[in-house]
């Protein structure tokens, strides 16, 4: 299985509302990152986990929470949005042996639109 | 990480071969150098990625300089499908390393 997989596809939410979005890979990765893509723009690293811990916060604003409770899921909990963070969310993963530099396999992403 | 500089778009005619062009200068010896694709409203796609030596796949060919400065991605018979977002990115090997994805080039295999 070489697949990252993203639930939901698509997501609306209100600016109070508390939501979560879902990755999950069963490639044996111990690294998985959070990715965030305005449209026509780059995708901007989020967050990484490597072997179920944080190891890089690239400064994100604290309504996004990103949480690894095992070696194959990634959540990123959203709370208090902005309508500035409609985006596409992707979530990647990699071997985990040199977080970053590995090859890393990307997930379809959700396309998250706030209200 | 280095900063890499990509043409905004470029246009293939399919059945020929795509190259595109990547410059990074400022590259230093532990970074290598990694292409992703980003085929519209899907996540990136790893394509290739080298240190040194020119690198080959069932996907694409990278062309690294002696001096490392710039590559060059090939596609060796762009279809319609290879149409989308190109990314070049020069990564370190440490784990200190952060991926930064530059703007990309745009490839339009036209028929």
């Known amino acids: 299985d070489t697949e990252v997989t993203q639930t939901p596809k698509h997501l609306v939410m209100g600016m109070t509302n508390k939501k979560s979005l879902k990755c999950e890979q069963h490639?044996?990765?111990?690294?998985m990152y959070w990715y965030k893509q305005k449209a026509k723009k780059p995708p901007e690293l989020m967050f990484v986990?490597?072997?179920?811990?944080?190891?890089i916060n690239e400064s994100v604003p604290s309504r996004f929470s990103p949480e690894c409770p095992n070696s194959s899921l990634l959540n990123l909990h959203l709370h208090a949005l902005q309508p500035e963070d409609s985006a596409l969310y992707l979530c990647?993963?990699?071997?985990?042996?040199?977080?970053?530099?590995?090859?890393?396999?990307f997930g379809p992403g959700t396309r998250l639109t706030v209200l | 990480d280095a900063k890499t500089t990509q043409p905004t778009s470029m246009d293939c005619a399919e059945g020929r071969a795509a190259n595109l062009p990547c410059n990074h200068s400022?590259?230093?010896?532990?970074?290598?150098v990694y292409w992703y694709r980003q085929i519209h409203s899907q996540g990136p796609q790893y394509i290739i990625h080298?240190?040194?030596n020119n690198e080959t796949n069932e996907m694409a060919s990278l062309i690294i300089t002696e001096d490392r400065k710039s590559s060059t991605l090939i596609l060796p018979h762009a279809t319609l499908r290879d149409t989308a977002v190109y990314y070049c990115?020069?990564?370190?090997?440490?784990?200190?390393?952060?991926?930064?994805f530059g703007d990309g080039t745009t490839l339009t295999v036209k028929p």
């Open positions: 990647a993963s990699s071997h985990g042996e040199r977080i970053i530099t590995d090859t890393q396999y």
């Open positions: 490639m044996g990765h111990r690294a």
């Open positions: 986990y490597s072997y179920e811990k944080l190891s």
């Open positions: 400022t590259i230093s010896g532990n970074e290598y």
């Open positions: 080298g240190l040194k």
């Open positions: 990115i020069a990564q370190t090997n440490t784990n200190a390393g952060k991926s930064t």
